[in-house]
């Protein structure tokens, strides 16, 4: 069996950025047909779920940007998305 790939998410986060859409939707289309294909013997499906992941994330963002919202994905900005993060339902609402 072939050794597992590693990801330096760090290093993969910035290198979508570079991407433009259409070859972040590439990526993910792909990505997620391998998983399908090969999910019960590739060792490398958890791999391809995080570029998945990566890559949706930045067109979200770029998204999010276009609309006019702040932020820039790091800790403290889009306060709204982590409203309710380790409460209980009843303080929630």
């Known amino acids: 069996?072939?050794?597992?790939?590693?990801?330096?998410?760090t290093e993969y986060q910035k290198k979508v950025k570079k991407?433009?859409?259409d070859?972040?939707?590439?990526?993910i289309k792909e990505c997620k047909e391998?998983?399908?294909?090969?999910?019960d013997f590739n060792p490398?499906?958890?791999?391809?779920?995080d570029e998945i992941c990566y890559c949706s994330m930045e067109l979200?963002?770029?998204e999010d940007l276009k609309k006019?919202?702040?932020?820039?994905?790091?800790?403290g900005d889009n306060e709204d998305r982590n409203k309710g993060m380790g409460q209980t339902p009843e303080e929630i609402r």
Not at 44 to 49: E, I, Q, R, S, V
Not at 68 to 75: L, M, Q, V
């Open 60 to 62: 979200k963002r770029r």
């Open 19 to 21: 991407y433009d859409d």
């Open 44 to 49: 490398n499906c958890g791999y391809y779920a």
């Open 23 to 27: 070859t972040l939707r590439y990526i």
């Open 34 to 39: 391998v998983i399908d294909r090969q999910k």
């Open 1 to 9: 069996m072939a050794p597992t790939k590693v990801m330096d998410h």
């Open 68 to 75: 006019g919202k702040k932020g820039n994905g790091k800790k």
